[in-house]
Nanobody, 130 residues
Framework: QVQLVESGGGLVQPGGSLRLSCAAS????????IAWFRQAPGKEREGVSC????????CHADSVKGRFTISRDNAWNTVYLQMNSLKPEDTAVYYC???????????????????????WGKGTLVTVSS
C-alpha cells in the first residue's frame, strides 16, 4: 500500500507563490508516476502536473505551463508543486495521486486524466485572493 499526504496549501494573493508537497510512503517501488490534480468549486477535477518515477520526465497542463513546476527529491519520498504567478482561477483543492506500473503510459496522459490512479491523498486547499 501507498500513502500520500499533501501539505503546503493556504491563502495567497494573486501573483504570489506557493509550494505544495506530497509525501509518499509505503511500497512505492512499483509506482509509475505521481500526479497533481485540482478541483475548484463547481468544476470538474482536472489534471495539473505529472512526474514519472523511472524517467523523471514531467509535464504540465496548458493552463499552468510557465507558472507551475513539478519536481521530486532523489529518494522519491516527496513530490513538489512549485506554483508561481498564482491567479484567482488557481483556487482549488489540490490532490496528489499515484498509479502503479501496470500498463503503457505517457506523461501527458496523466494530465489528461486518462489513467486510473490507485492512490490519492486527501487534498490541500489553495486559495488565491486579494
Amino acid at each position: 500500500q501507498v500513502q500520500l499526504v499533501e501539505s503546503g496549501g493556504g491563502l495567497v494573493q494573486p501573483g504570489g507563490s506557493l509550494r505544495l508537497s506530497c509525501a509518499a510512503s509505503g511500497f512505492t517501488l512499483d509506482l509509475d508516476a505521481i500526479a497533481w490534480f485540482r478541483q475548484a468549486p463547481g468544476k470538474e477535477r482536472e489534471g495539473v502536473s505529472c512526474i514519472r518515477r523511472t524517467e523523471g520526465t514531467a509535464c504540465h497542463a496548458d493552463s499552468v505551463k510557465g507558472r507551475f513546476t513539478i519536481s521530486r527529491d532523489n529518494a522519491w519520498n516527496t513530490v513538489y508543486l512549485q506554483m508561481n504567478s498564482l491567479k484567482p482561477e488557481d483556487t482549488a483543492v489540490y490532490y496528489c495521486a499515484a498509479k502503479v506500473r501496470n500498463e503503457r503510459t505517457y506523461c501527458e496522459g496523466y494530465v489528461r486524466g486518462l489513467y486510473y490512479m490507485n492512490y490519492w491523498g486527501k487534498g490541500t486547499l489553495v486559495t488565491v485572493s486579494s
